[in-house]
């Protein structure tokens, strides 16, 4: 459209008014560019998708907020450790407990009066720190506590029951040891903008949503109203209704009484098989397969999609070659079995002191696994492995940064400098001159008072001697100097698989690998391994629930100190919880516990499983897996993932037209077991979705992409887990008796939903 030209004297006012109009309109031009900017890294994601904005007025410190952080702890942690000894296992998860804190919140603001002593709980509106505070806290307890895994087998099979004082302190120590090591590493794998925590950005985006004024903000609140509602109720459908749609299969349907049709096509019931062409509609178990995929970079899809590609054939060609003597054993299967394919009773080969005795091991044979077990196993180490050696050749510089204090300049500054009272810490940091090579995000948080590293090396102190002490209290058989190894490997882990799960949103386990190191150091010794796990193993995975939270904490701009105290009281709270209740629970059901198929109600299947890993790592590792024996590949994986990196960086070094960077070779080894448990009828879908939104959406429609992806993606989250958590009690025997759906073609009750045959 045309305009007339306006003719300005300069230093009018029409002059200051057509100013001022220009730079509006640049600023608005800008913004419309800046909105259909394909997002490229990790940066401009967190920095488009999130508000960078803060509110320094905003105080989490409420009352309201401890109040409601206290009870959603109790909660979380209470039903945590019930959902453990159940058949069907659900997990209480951050959006889930964001949603509940914010309808709690909300109400407390709108029908508490703001007088008297009454004021003290409702301060004024419910404020998005107070919600960050409150989630931080409740997840932090909102976990079955590895150390309760450890107490359970020793109660449930070796009748060994530590005195309360020093199970607690077990607790404690556990829980707080990876947090120590973890908060000493916020320089390099927290702060910086690489480190991006792809799957809380969901949180985040629904936060902006609820809590930012303007019609914008008004418009995206909408929207996720009318996803999180739309999905609430689609869910009472595959969940309870119409299981069929768990796991579509054209393939099933056609031969449901062909057992090689339900190996590989079948998949929407635990176990059954490889889900290949499967369609799901139940957005449960796509968003549980590998996280949300509207979340995790495309980078780290594609290369899950190899993974997932090559772990079909292997699988296939394991079972059909009959290695390791496949065919006697299920195609899918996590037990210890005889070679005529009935499950190996443990039980037998441990001697009254519950070590593994030669002598009734030779009576009884040495236990297989199933073979696509093995190569989950194998795989597993193959990633680990890979890990290292690929974070070092195309991250050096990233975690350069963590090692940087290892100078004696360095250490004769601390010496100087230190102050044992450190309660005494101001927490004022010093902000650099030139701060554009900061994180926004870290920048915003300059200005509070920080958690500072003295606070997290005495975590680390207390936990390390306390720990020291209770694995002699509560007899581990673990030697002082299998408990130093065992948190020096989680300290080394930390780094390099935190660096690969902050990056990527992918984590990889390392208990099969620290259970290898166990069962040669602590031969014959199952309950030692047990306990190398626990220190090493839950040490790196608190440390990454602590670096998650303390994300969260810099996307909302909470308080670092606030978030120190939120995560120490939600962790104390619910490792007593925890205690507590698997002591009741073992005491009124242990014979159910220990029974191999359990009720609807209770199953011992998880401590099982632990101690199952533990007889075989922990006590038969030479006999299994030393050079020679029938599983040698799996510990000799390792050394070959240490240079599976190598050819992809060699390729892109002196091609690197081939973009041979684009793919993380930790994740494709990892998942080329990735189908090894589980349901995977959901695979198909879940990459449908996440090319959809990581390169259809975010390439042709970025608008679009940087408004709602992340949005409609906490909604999705939010709605499914919300109904999930109302049909566990209502219908599915959370609370007592199951009430299953009437039997119809699209409910098979007897049978796999899918109609594939059952094994």
């Given amino acids: 459209m045309a305009t007339q030209a306006v003719e300005r004297t300069p230093g009018t006012t029409d002059e200051k008014s057509y100013c001022i109009k220009r730079d509006i309109e640049t600023s608005t031009r800008e913004a419309e560019t800046d909105e259909n900017v394909v997002l490229q890294n ?27 952080g206290l009870g959603l702890s109790a909660f979380g942690g209470s039903l945590a450790q019930i959902y453990y000894f159940k058949p069907q296992t659900v997990f209480v998860s951050v959006m889930f407990l964001a949603i509940i804190s914010y309808v709690i919140g909300f109400a407390m603001e709108t029908f508490i009066p703001r007088h008297g002593l009454l004021r003290y709980l409702n301060p004024g509106p419910f404020n998005k720190k107070e919600n960050a505070f409150i989630i931080i806290m409740a997840s932090a307890a909102a976990n079955s506590a590895l150390a309760t895994e450890v107490l359970a087998v020793q109660r449930l099979y070796y009748n060994i029951t530590p005195n309360a004082g020093s199970s607690i302190f077990l607790l404690f120590s556990s829980q707080l040891l990876g947090y120590g090591i973890g908060g000493l590493m916020r320089g390099i794998l927290l702060y910086p903008s690489k480190m991006l925590y792809p799957g809380v950005l969901p949180l985040l985006s629904m936060f902006d949503a609820l809590y930012r004024d303007g019609s914008e903000a008004r418009r995206k609140l909408k929207v996720f109203y009318i996803v999180f509602t739309a999905i609430f109720l689609w869910e009472i459908f595959p969940e309870w209704v119409f299981p069929l749609l768990t796991g579509l299969s054209i393939f099933c349907l056609a031969a449901p009484h062909n057992a090689t049709v339900s190996r590989v096509f079948g998949g929407s019931n635990g176990d059954e098989g490889l ?49 390791w003597e496949s065919r006697n054993f299920p195609f899918l299967a996590q037990l210890l079995f005889y070679e005529n394919g009935t499950v190996y009773n443990q039980t037998l080969i441990l001697n009254s002191n519950y070590e593994v005795d030669p002598t009734l091991v030779a009576e009884q044979g040495l236990p297989f696994y199933a073979g696509t077990w ?66 926004p995000h870290y920048r915003e948080m300059l200005k509070y008072p920080d958690a500072p590293n003295s606070w997290y090396l005495l975590t680390f102190v207390l936990s390390f001697i306390v720990g020291l002490v209770v694995i002699y209290k509560t007899n581990s058989t673990l030697p002082w100097w299998g408990f130093v190894i065992a948190v020096l490997l989680a300290s080394v882990s930390i780094l390099f698989f935190g660096a690969l799960y902050a990056i990527t949103g992918l984590g990889l386990s390392i208990q099969t690998l620290v259970q290898m190191i166990a069962g040669y150091l602590h031969n014959g010794r199952p309950m030692a391994n047990m306990f190398f796990v626990l220190y090493s193993y839950n040490t790196v995975s608190q440390a990454l629930l602590l670096l998650r939270d303390l994300k969260i904490a810099q996307y909302a701009k909470l308080p670092p100190r606030a978030a120190f105290t939120a995560q120490i009281i939600g962790t104390l709270l619910g490792a007593v919880l925890n205690y507590v209740l698997m002591n009741s629970i073992i005491d009124s059901q242990r014979e159910i516990l220990l029974s191999v198929q359990g009720t609807n109600i209770w199953s011992g299947q998880q401590p099982q499983s632990y101690n199952s890993q533990a007889i075989a790592w922990g006590g038969l590792a030479h006999e299994l897996f030393s050079t020679g024996q029938r599983y040698q590949w799996v510990p000799l994986s390792y050394l070959i993932g240490l240079v599976a990196p190598l050819p992809f960086w060699i390729i892109h070094r002196y091609w690197p037209k081939l973009h041979m960077d684009y793919y993380y070779t930790p994740i494709i080894c990892s998942y080329i077991g990735g189908l090894s448990v589980g349901i995977n009828s959901s695979v198909v879908s879940y990459y449908m979705v996440a090319f959809l939104s990581q390169w259809w959406l975010r390439t042709r429609y970025p608008r679009w992409f940087v408004k709602y992806n992340y949005l409609v993606s906490a909604a999705l989250d939010g709605g499914t887990q919300v109904m999930v958590f109302v049909l566990s009690f209502a219908v599915q025997g959370a609370a007592g008796a199951a009430h299953l759906f009437p039997e119809w073609w699209g409910a098979n009750q007897g049978g796999n939903y899918d109609h594939c045959l059952s094994l």
């Fill in 42 to 68: 990790e940066r401009e994601i967190a920095t488009h998708v999130i508000s960078v904005d803060d509110d320094p007025s905003l105080n989490p410190w409420t009352l309201r907020a401890l109040f409601i």
């Fill in 275 to 323: 889900g290949l062409l499967s369609l799901c509609f139940d957005w449960q178990y796509i968003s549980s397969n590998a996280g949300n995929p509207m979340t995790i970079p495309l980078k780290a899809q594609l290369s899950s999609f190899i993974g997932y590609v090559l772990c079909i054939v292997v699988f296939a060609t394991v079972f059909h070659n009959n290695i």
């Fill in 374 to 439: 093995i190569i989950a196993l194998l795989t597993t180490n193959l990633a680990l492995a890979a890990t290292f050696t690929h974070l070092l050749l195309w991250n050096k510089d990233d975690l350069r940064a963590a090692w940087t204090w290892m100078n004696m300049d360095t250490l004769r500054s601390w010496r100087a400098n230190f102050d044992w009272k450190f309660w005494e810490h101001s927490g004022k940091r010093e902000v650099p001159a030139n701060t554009e090579d900061l994180d």
